[in-house]
């Protein structure tokens, strides 16, 4: 029971965790290959942790927390948004968990750069192209690859070993899936950052409140789906007597989370962007199965319809939540902690708004999948030549430990007063979302129940907080749409979970050669091919695409990719 209530404390911050990742793509990494970038390594002794002392010292206790002794130097690099907010005096350079590396490890962190995220995967590249890396950093898949075929990482398969807490093993190994991901001719070249394969499921979101107003059944099936949309857009549903609302929101990523088209192709039983298994057994890429042309057809025909916003192809997300919170859209498809950003804010604004999660319809009598990508796509690496390799096994082990292990402490480590402290932190890791369903659970028999004792200390969070909205603080609303009765999490418990209605990647492995080379140039053909379909080009685009994505490398993956399935 106490490991299990660890897992739903590391759980519970799935939600920020998610919440950052979608907000702004990626907010920790760095990398440096040549000399010392921070003046790293000038002769500092690892009393139990260097790799030399633990080659010839294999009878010496090991300590997944050891202190460095002189401590030492780390240099990592950063990506920043606007989301990101420091305490006055505070910065990257001096925090709490700059502080507690420090503190427990001896390992201080200096930052080689620090960059604007959505930036940050160009400015890895430009380091990795001139071989100046920092000593640990966040990499994605195709950098990732690229570093481990030039021999630039360092192996960590005997540090793992040695030095992983018994803590963050069970985290990183349940399933051995996010180990194997990160594991490259037998060696374990990096510290996946596991993905939540439950936390990570689209939702539908629907005003529930505009549902009512306009006399409508809640959606079980995309037929309702379509007329909601309909009704959202033609029938005046915010009553200002304008033609300003629309019925499904877009954004021009398409894949994100909010809003996210993933969704209303998994209604289709289209799976973008994963690899599914065939008739035959053999996987194939998802995004270009013919589920994906109808989908992209109605979507079409939705947007013709005025349905969709007409600038939706030069908006992101954020800017999409501009016409979420001013009362202007009705309906999307997206994730789980949608509540918390940006539909709290449409409630602030318009107490009655109310909105709530379904499960993903169906276009057939056939059940929906909803998928999850369990796609392994950061990856914490140690450059090639760095004198303590074992120091990323380290700060991984604080890490868990502060997020759910004995040093739990979310005042100080996640968030207080509208700043995200978590969002500091190095090597997070969500794991499989298993536990939030668990702890959406356990409120919901805390609030039937009024007897809140047995409740962790972040459950007790929410539970306040939902307590608090059901006598009249509607700043509550947005965490009880998230772990309620009527919640997100209680959607994806019943379906997702108990009645298996969700689509996995089955790929799951390091990425194939090919992929390294291909992948991005492919996913931006993907994404403009769809983009265009969508804003009215003709479906033969789709035909097109299929044809150009198996010519330009499509082909070769998918060779590569069932060669990895058939050694499982």
């Not at 995220?117 to 690229?146: E, H, T």
């Not at 439950?198 to 539908?204: C, M, R």
């Not at 050669?513 to 140039?521: L, S, V, Y």
Request: net charge negative; charged share 20%.
């Amino acid at each position: 029971m106490k490991r299990m209530a660890k897992y739903i404390g590391l759980s519970l911050t799935i939600v920020m965790l998610l919440m950052s990742a979608a907000c702004a793509n990626g907010n920790n990494g760095g990398n440096n290959s040549k000399g010392n970038p921070s003046g790293a390594s000038t002769g500092a002794t690892n009393t139990e942790g260097s790799n030399n002392a633990s080659e010839n010292a294999s009878s010496e206790a090991i300590d997944p927390f050891g202190k460095y002794d002189p401590p030492i130097q780390v240099a990592i690099a950063r990506g920043t948004d606007s989301t990101v907010k420091f305490k006055d005096g505070e910065s990257f350079d001096k925090n709490a968990w700059n502080a507690a590396y420090a503190d427990r490890l001896g390992i201080q962190l200096s930052n080689k750069w620090v960059v604007q995220s959505d930036q940050y995967d160009q400015k890895m590249n430009a380091s990795i192209a001139a071989g100046d890396l920092p000593d640990v950093f966040r990499v994605n898949a195709v950098q990732f690859k690229q570093l481990a075929d030039a021999g630039q990482l360092e192996d960590l398969t005997q540090v793992y070993e040695k030095y992983v807490s018994p803590l963050g093993r069970e985290l990183i190994e349940n399933g051995a899936i996010a180990k194997s991901a990160s594991t490259v001719d037998g060696k374990l070249l990096a510290i996946p950052q596991a993905e939540d394969y439950f936390g990570n499921a689209p939702l539908l979101w629907v005003r529930i409140d505009w549902l009512a107003k306009l006399g409508l059944p809640e959606p079980s099936t995309m037929q309702d789906v379509f007329t909601i949309s309909e009704a959202f857009t033609q029938q005046d549903p915010d009553g200002n007597g304008k033609p300003d609302t629309y019925g499904l929101a877009l954004s021009k990523e398409l894949f994100s989370g909010y809003p996210d088209v993933t969704g209303f192709m998994n209604g289709f039983h289209a799976y973008p962007r994963i690899w599914v298994k065939d008739d035959a057994g053999q996987l194939v890429y998802g995004s270009i199965q013919p589920e994906v042309k109808a989908a992209l057809a109605k979507l079409q025909e939705m947007f013709n319809a005025g349905q969709i916003d007409k600038e939706f192809g030069v908006k992101d997300g954020s800017k999409v939540s501009e016409l979420a919170v001013n009362g202007k859209l009705g309906m999307h498809f997206g994730a789980m902690w949608n509540p918390l950003w940006p539909l709290q804010g449409n409630k602030d604004k318009e107490p009655q708004a109310d909105w709530k999660a379904f499960p993903i319809p169906s276009i057939d009598s056939n059940p929906a999948n909803a998928q999850s990508s369990l796609d392994y796509n950061t990856f914490w690496v140690v450059r090639k030549g760095y004198e303590h390799p074992e120091a990323i096994v380290k700060l991984f082990n604080v890490t868990t430990d502060i997020f759910a292990g004995d040093s739990q402490n979310p005042d100080v480590y996640h968030g207080k007063d509208g700043i995200e402290f978590h969002k500091y932190a190095l090597l997070t890791n969500t794991g499989t979302g298993k536990g939030l369903i668990g702890a959406q659970q356990n409120v919901k028999a805390a609030l039937e129940s009024g007897d809140a004792s047995k409740l962790t200390a972040e459950e007790k969070g929410y539970y306040d907080k939902i307590v608090a909205y059901q006598g009249g603080d509607a700043t509550g609303w947005g965490t009880d749409r998230v772990f309620g009765a009527e919640s997100a999490w209680s959607v994806i418990g019943q379906y997702y979970d108990q009645n298996k209605q969700l689509t996995t990647n089955e790929f799951i492995g390091a990425p194939t050669a090919t992929m390294g080379d291909r992948k991005a140039t492919l996913e931006k053909l993907e994404l403009e091919t769809f983009t265009k379909i969508i804003l009215g080009a003709s479906l033969d685009e789709f035909d097109s695409f299929v044809a150009s994505w198996k010519k330009l490398g499509g082909d070769q993956i998918t060779a590569e990719v069932n060669e990895w399935y058939a050694t499982k």
